[in-house]
Structures are given as C-alpha cells and as structure tokens.
C-alpha cells in the first residue's frame, strides 16, 4: 500500500516474518521518524526503499487513524510544504488524470 502524507511517502507491505506484522518502508528517513517517534530506523544500503520500520497492523491502524484526525485542509497539494514531494505528488496527480476514464 502507498501512503501519501503532506510530510511524507511511504511504502506498506506484509513483514513475512510475522502474520500481523507489516514493514513501513521509505525513501526519506524524516517521514520514518515522524510516525514512528519511539521505534528504530534500520537503514539499508541499497535498497529500492532504505528505510524501514517494523510494526504490526494495529500500530499503523493507529497511525491511519490519527493522521485522518489530524485533516485540516480542503486542497492536499497545497498543504505539502516539502518543494520536492510536493513535485513529487504533482506528477503522481498528472498521471492519475491521465488515468481516469
């Protein structure tokens, strides 16, 4: 599942090591830090996503939950203040419209 936020991307996938465990994975370790404040980063050297964070479905449910909460805004691109993620999510809009029927 991709998860757009205005301070942030993230990647998230079922941890096979665990059935209710997910890996939370990132290309910017900020966005890491902001959702998970307590938990440790592990930073790969090369990887398509090289940060990460391991947590269960009912953490990141948590997570979900509060960051719907936290919506005070009537336009999300123009909430994203990061100049390159929101160039980043102009262009995933452009394509999105593209793809709509």
Request: glycine content about 2%; hydrophobic content about 35%.
């Amino acid at each position: 599942m991709w998860l757009c936020f205005n301070d942030g991307f993230v990647s998230v996938v079922e941890d096979t090591r665990g059935i209710n465990e997910l890996v939370v994975r990132s290309r910017r370790r900020e966005i890491l830090k902001s959702l998970f404040p307590e938990k440790q980063i592990l930073v790969l050297g090369i990887a398509d996503y090289r940060y990460r964070v391991y947590c269960s479905k009912q953490e990141m449910s948590k997570i979900l939950v509060d960051r719907v909460d936290q919506i005070n805004y009537n336009n999300f691109k123009d909430s994203v203040q990061d100049e390159n993620l929101h160039d980043l999510y102009d262009q995933m809009w452009f394509l999105h419209y593209c793809y709509q029927e």
